[in-house]
């Protein structure tokens, strides 16, 4: 952990991190003695997560900031809020997300919900924080994926699933596009020389309310999950290991994958985890990245920062 220049801890920003896997990660992060961010949708929910975790830690300096990855607008309304009380950004953690909703879902931009929330929301976040992310010596940007994306499929053709859409292959498309958005990020990382890190992890089975609301959209595979549960998944704050791992550990590499150790990399300590041929084809990434500016309008510019003193 590298302290600020002027001897301020290091800041950290988690999405979704209100509750279950998202509040595990920033308490690991605040343990660590990381400033951290709260970028929460909902402002109850999200200044009482940073209140619990000054319980916890009485001397961390943990605050709320509003953002609501359902709107490009919030997203860039976050971005010039912390650009304007920062001066660097040493870890973004892009872990928010949504879980199978059962009917199609909008954003407010006109995106299928789970493809704008999980991924395209997280893409312009990234960029529009790359200053500040330049601006620290070896920052990390951390993507959060999924098992699911070993059978996840980026149908260009039916992006927001207007023709067929299925939740669980909406959810699929949506974090083998987080995973792709590690790699692209790294290579482009490497080439224009933003010297960052840009990793991803995921949680394995992690017991979280997200993931019971998704598993009960499926009555018949929700009813086995309940039965093999106790057997094959692990508690929110162990699902946070490898993400904190790929956050913290020294051992990182760029372009990382970690997840659990265990079968399946269900639960267990974190280790790097599988990539499918997929996850790691540079062209379908890059054709992914291009798409991604066109929807959102990032531009991945990044202009000095003026750092304190």
Not at 106 to 117: A, K, N, P, S, Y
Not at 179 to 199: K, N
Not at 277 to 305: I, N, Q
């Amino acid at each position: 952990m590298t302290s600020n220049p002027n001897g301020a801890p290091p800041l950290a920003i988690v999405t979704g991190a209100n509750t279950g896997l998202g509040f595990e990660i920033a308490l690991g992060l605040v343990e660590q003695g990381y400033r951290v961010i709260v970028a929460a949708r909902h402002p109850h929910k999200g200044r009482a997560a940073a209140e619990a975790l000054r319980a916890e830690f009485p001397e961390a300096t943990v605050r709320f900031e509003p953002l609501d990855l359902d709107s490009l607008a919030s997203v860039r309304d976050f971005a010039a809020t912390v650009q304007a009380q920062e001066a660097r950004l040493d870890r973004l953690v892009n872990n928010a997300g949504l879980l199978a909703p059962p009917t199609r879902e909008m954003t407010r931009d006109g995106f299928e919900r789970q493809l704008g929330v999980n991924y395209l929301g997280h893409f312009l976040l990234t960029s529009l924080l790359l200053p500040l992310l330049q601006a620290t010596p070896a920052p990390r940007v951390v993507q959060l994926s999924s098992l699911a994306h070993r059978s996840g499929r980026i149908d260009f053709d039916d992006l927001n699933g207007e023709r067929d859409y299925d939740p669980w292959r909406a959810y699929r498309q949506s974090k083998l596009a987080m995973l792709l958005f590690s790699q692209a990020l790294q290579r482009h990382s490497d080439a224009r020389g933003w010297e960052l890190v840009s990793v991803a992890a995921h949680p394995g089975l992690s017991r979280t309310a997200l993931f019971e609301h998704g598993v009960r959209s499926r009555a018949l595979v929700g009813s086995l999950f309940r039965l093999l549960m106790p057997l094959i998944s692990q508690s929110a704050a162990d699902g946070a290991r490898p993400v904190l791992h790929a956050a913290t550990a020294d051992e990182v590499r760029p372009g990382d994958y970690f997840g659990p150790a265990g079968p399946w990399e269900a639960r267990g300590a974190p280790k790097r985890a599988r990539m499918t041929a997929a996850a790691r084809d540079s062209m379908l990434a890059e054709r992914l990245w291009k798409v991604s500016c066109d929807l959102t309008g990032a531009r991945w510019e990044a202009p000095p920062v003026a750092t304190t003193p």
